[in-house]
């Protein structure tokens, strides 16, 4: 495993996007919607620097990336989602990648009533975005790797983490 991101580096920078948060919403409370799986540990990170009244709610969003018959269909589930009508909801996940992902969710949010929909993102990585889509916040831009830790997983493996890094083959 190479590392790619410190454990430091990550918490350093953790603490400037909860300042950065907490200054764009100036005292306003805010629903933070995590998208499961690979937004754990930012969110329990992020969420607990954060000194504003705060709600927080988890959302899926499957892709079949080419597994099933339908390639690249994604799949939203919301049933732990809390009536979020007005409410200004901060989306986190781990990574944009083609931007897909993001742009259905804040659609589906905003279709669910929310006030505003703000994203922030640990990673982003360059050269890979197929939709438009600007995050209001990202920790880290990456070089085109796939990347594990800190949340991010190979086959469900290595999201405990503390860091991010690059498997080398034979891992
Ligand atoms: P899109 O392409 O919709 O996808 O922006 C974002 C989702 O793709 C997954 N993803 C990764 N997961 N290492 C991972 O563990 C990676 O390098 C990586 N790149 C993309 C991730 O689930 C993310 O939410």
């Known amino acids: 495993m190479e590392v790619l991101i410190t454990a430091d580096r990550i918490q350093a920078r953790v603490e400037e996007l909860a300042t950065e948060i907490v200054c764009a919403y ?3 409370p805010v629903t933070v919607v995590g998208i499961l799986t690979g937004c754990l540990v930012f969110t329990a990170d ?4 954060i000194n504003l009244p ?3 709610a988890f959302i899926t969003a499957s892709s079949y990336r080419g597994e099933t018959v339908v390639p690249g269909r994604l799949e939203i589930r919301d049933e732990l989602l809390p009536d979020i009508t007005g ?3 901060l989306l986190l996940d781990d990574i944009l990648d083609t931007g897909k992902t993001l742009t259905r969710v804040v659609a589906h949010l905003i279709d669910r009533g929310a006030a505003s929909v703000k994203v922030g993102v640990l990673l982003r990585k360059i050269g890979r ?4 889509f600007e995050p209001d916040f990202v920790g880290f831009t990456i070089p085109d790797k796939f990347v594990v830790g800190y949340g991010l ?3 469900d493996e290595y999201r405990h983490l503390p860091f991010v890094g690059v498997l080398l083959s034979g891992e």
């Not at 992020?46 to 620097?49: A, E, G, N, P, V």
């Not at 975005?129 to 438009?132: I, T």
């Open 129 to 132: 975005q197929e939709v438009p």
């Open 87 to 89: 409410r200004h909801i």
């Open 153 to 155: 997983d190979f086959n």
């Open 26 to 28: 100036d005292g306003k």
């Open 54 to 56: 705060l709600r927080v």
């Open 46 to 49: 992020l969420i607990r620097r």
